[in-house]
C-alpha cells in the first residue's frame, strides 16, 4: 500500500489549501483513513478521519468548522480542505490508512501558515 500527499505550501493566514492523498488501490479496503499533522517539537496529532464504507468523519476541536474531509472512491483519493487558515496549523501534514494487517502511512506535505 502506498499513500502520496500533495497540495501542500505556504498560504497566508485566512486562506485555503486542499490536500490530497493517493492510493495506490481501492480506497474500500481500508477501514478508515484519516490526517495528522505534526507540527517542529511537537507530538504527531489527529486533524480528522473518515471511514471509507459509510463516510462518517470525526474532526479535532481546533480544525471543526474551518476543515472538511472527504473522499473520492473513483479516483482512490481522501481530501483535507482546509479554509480560514492559521498559523497554529503550521505542520507537516500525514495521510494514514488502516486495514486489518496494518497502519499505512504518507512521506508527508508541509503546510506553512504566515502571519
Known amino acids: 500500500v502506498q499513500l502520496v500527499e500533495s497540495g501542500g505550501g505556504l498560504v497566508q493566514a485566512g486562506g485555503s489549501l486542499r490536500l490530497s492523498c493517493a492510493a495506490s488501490g481501492s480506497i474500500f479496503s481500508f477501514r478508515s483513513m484519516g490526517w495528522y499533522r505534526q507540527a517542529p517539537g511537537k507530538q504527531r496529532e489527529l486533524v480528522a478521519t473518515i471511514t471509507s464504507a459509510g463516510g462518517s468523519t470525526n474532526y479535532a476541536d481546533s480544525v471543526k468548522g474551518r476543515f472538511t474531509i472527504s473522499r473520492d472512491t473513483a479516483k482512490n483519493t481522501m481530501y483535507l480542505q482546509m479554509n480560514g487558515l492559521k498559523p497554529e496549523d503550521t505542520a507537516v501534514y500525514y495521510c494514514?490508512?488502516?486495514?486489518?494487517?496494518?497502519?499505512?502511512w504518507g512521506q508527508g506535505t508541509q503546510v506553512t501558515v504566515s502571519s
Open positions: 494514514k490508512a488502516n486495514d486489518l494487517w496494518g497502519n499505512y
